[in-house]
């Protein structure tokens, strides 16, 4: 599963503790996920972008259905 950023996604990396959080979260590239794991993942990575309230809104609506 291909995880890292999209070119037109900007990540907000503004603070060392982002960074560290981004570097972390590439590491599950080299394993195996379940597609509930890999969801997860995504959105744990869409909490680093501009916009994360869309993101945030989605994956609440889905958990609601």
Known sequence: MKF????KTF???DKEQ???IFE???K???QKLTKKDEEIIKFLYSQLEDDWRTSLEKFIDKLLK
Do not use: I, T, W
């Open 28 to 30: 599950f590239k080299e």
């Open 4 to 7: 890292s950023p999209k070119p």
């Open 11 to 13: 990540y907000r990396l």
């Open 18 to 20: 982002d960074k560290a």
């Open 24 to 26: 972390k979260l590439s």
